[in-house]
Nanobody
C-alpha cells in the first residue's frame, strides 16, 4: 500500500504561481514514477505531468508545458508541481498518483492505483 498526501493548493489571481507537494509513504519502493492529474466537475481526471523517481524522465500535458514544472525529492519521498502563469482554465482539484507499473508513461487515470485526497486550485481572472 502507498499513501499519498497533497498540499499547497489555494486561490490565486491569474498570472500567479502555486506550488503543490505530494508526500508518499508506505511501499514506495514498488513504484517507478509519480504523476499529477486534475479534475473539474463533470469531467474525467486529466493528466498533467509525471516524473520518475530517478528524475531522468519527465512528461507534461501540452496544456501546461512551459508553465508547470514537476520535480522530486527522493530523500523526502516527495513530488512537487510548480505552477506558474496560472489561468482560470487551470482551476481544478489536483491529485497526485502512482502505480506499480514499470512502463513509462501512463496518461490515463485508469492506469493508476494509488491516489491522494486531492487539493483545490482556484484561479480567478
Amino acid at each position: 500500500q502507498v499513501l499519498l498526501v497533497e498540499s499547497g493548493g489555494g486561490s490565486v489571481q491569474a498570472g500567479a504561481s502555486l506550488r503543490l507537494s505530494c508526500a508518499a509513504s508506505g511501499r514506495t519502493g514498488s513504484t517507478y514514477y509519480m504523476a499529477w492529474f486534475r479534475q473539474t466537475p463533470g469531467n474525467e481526471r486529466e493528466f498533467v505531468a509525471a516524473i520518475t523517481w530517478g528524475g531522468s524522465n519527465v512528461h507534461y500535458a501540452d496544456s501546461v508545458k512551459g508553465r508547470f514544472t514537476i520535480s522530486r525529492d527522493n530523500t523526502k519521498n516527495t513530488a512537487v508541481l510548480q505552477m506558474n502563469s496560472l489561468t482560470p482554465e487551470d482551476t481544478a482539484v489536483y491529485y497526485c498518483t502512482t502505480n506499480d507499473l514499470r512502463s513509462w508513461v501512463k496518461t490515463s487515470a485508469y492506469e493508476y492505483k494509488y491516489w491522494g485526497q486531492g487539493t483545490q486550485v482556484t484561479v480567478s481572472s
